[in-house]
């Protein structure tokens, strides 16, 4: 069930790169939160989840809507416009140590030397998958990719905070609301809107979120309670790989020697830096959080 998850979520950057032909950043971005957002009410009404929050935790979830889902997901489509779902996905397989990092910056964490050793494989095989035509190219989309990655970070760090009290469903519900309340008003408002795609390109978008954010993640929430959270942050970190490969058969996109090596030291260094004192092994809740 781990692998299916992540094959889907290795597909849903294809299905984005292809969404991205139809419609804009921005709104695929609304859209994207406002579809989540009602699958998980509904399932919040349906396991009876729904809670009166405190103050300090309205607060937080304000954050995580704005910093953790409007951001994330406004630089992860516009990111996805003007690099690969490859690099996408490469990038994304460095937030859980970013999310030590800021952990450690902000709730006081211990960085273990294995951490800071896997950062530094994971970041020498992103140079050399983005250096793989002989020189280092970042563009603009990897950087604002890799601000994606940030903001999903930090909002893993307002999860933690939040699920001393909260269970995972009412967070992301609660969390995803805040997004669409905050971001589709300042859409409906500020941008032309063409609504005149093909009814399966309107299905795709939907089958795309509904399956690719939120079946996927019941299905992960599920079999990671079977698995244990180390093995499936192992699991995880296939995920690159598999969007690579998936990048090669649907768009043809040549995979040099140079990157897969890259892709390598990537799935080598976060499984260096989390199986032996695995970051999420304490934190089970942040794999429960909607994979963007």
């Not at 294809?14 to 399932?43: D, G, H, M, V, Y």
């Not at 307002?158 to 992301?172: Q, Y």
Request: some cysteine; aromatic content about 14%.
């Amino acid at each position: 069930m781990l692998l299916i998850c992540v094959f889907i979520w290795a597909g849903n950057y294809l299905a984005r790169q292809f969404l991205l032909k139809e419609f804009s950043p921005f709104f695929l971005s609304a859209f994207s939160l406002t579809i989540i957002s009602i699958f998980f009410c509904l399932l919040a009404l349906v396991t009876k989840s729904f809670v009166r929050l405190q103050r300090r935790e309205f607060v937080l979830f304000c954050l995580a809507g704005l910093i953790g889902l409007v951001a994330n997901q406004i630089l992860l489509f516009t990111g996805l416009k003007y690099s690969t779902a490859t690099n996408a996905s490469l990038i994304f397989s460095l937030a859980p140590l970013l999310t030590a990092g800021l952990a450690a910056a902000f709730l006081k964490e211990k960085v273990t030397g294995k951490m800071i050793v896997g950062s530094f494989i994971a970041i020498f095989g992103i140079y050399l998958v983005l250096s793989a035509n002989g020189r280092f190219v970042s563009n603009l989309g990897d950087i604002l990719l890799f601000g994606a990655t940030a903001t999903f970070s930090c909002n893993l760090i307002f999860v933690r905070i939040l699920s001393k009290r909260l269970s995972p469903i009412i967070i992301t519900t609660y969390s995803f609301m805040m997004g669409a309340i905050f971001f589709d008003p300042f859409l409906l408002i500020g941008s032309d809107i063409d609504w005149k795609s093909s009814m399966f390109v309107w299905g795709f978008a939907v089958f795309s979120v509904v399956i690719g954010q939120g079946i996927t993640t019941l299905m992960w929430n599920k079999a990671m309670n079977g698995v244990g959270a180390a093995r499936s942050a192992i699991v995880l970190n296939l995920q690159p790989l598999m969007t690579m490969l998936l990048d090669f058969w649907i768009y043809q996109n040549t995979v040099t020697v140079q990157q897969m090596i890259g892709a390598a030291l990537v799935f080598i260094g976060i499984l260096f830096s989390i199986v032996q004192k695995s970051i999420f092994k304490k934190n089970r809740t942040e794999l429960k959080v909607i994979h963007l």
